[in-house]
């Protein structure tokens, strides 16, 4: 069981040839924030592009300070399909 788990979103726009980029984490203090997060952020404005899709993350660290991996909890929108 983790010690310490954390939460982020990574949302994701389409850049000038069409392809989706990732933006800077956003990190979140609880599960249900990132979700909500996510799924209010689809459609907004970051700077001069608009927020097409959005991952949400967890990864635990347990009582040695070990990274656990990282756990996808949610897909919003227009995320990429890889692993």
């Known amino acids: 069981m983790s010690a310490d788990t954390f939460y982020a979103v990574v949302p ?7 392809e ?20 209010f952020s689809i459609g907004r404005m970051e ?4 927020i ?3 991952v949400v993350f967890s990864r635990g660290r347990d009582d040695s300070g070990a990274f656990e991996d990282i ?7 227009e995320t990429p399909t890889g692993d």
Request: zero cysteines; aromatic letters at 8%.
């Open 12 to 18: 994701f726009v389409r850049d000038e040839r069409n």
């Open 20 to 39: 989706l980029v990732a933006l800077e984490p956003k990190s979140a203090p609880t599960r249900y924030s990132a979700l909500r997060e996510a799924s």
């Open 47 to 50: 700077g001069d592009v608009r």
């Open 52 to 54: 097409v899709g959005a």
């Open 71 to 77: 756990l996808v909890l949610a897909r919003y929108g």
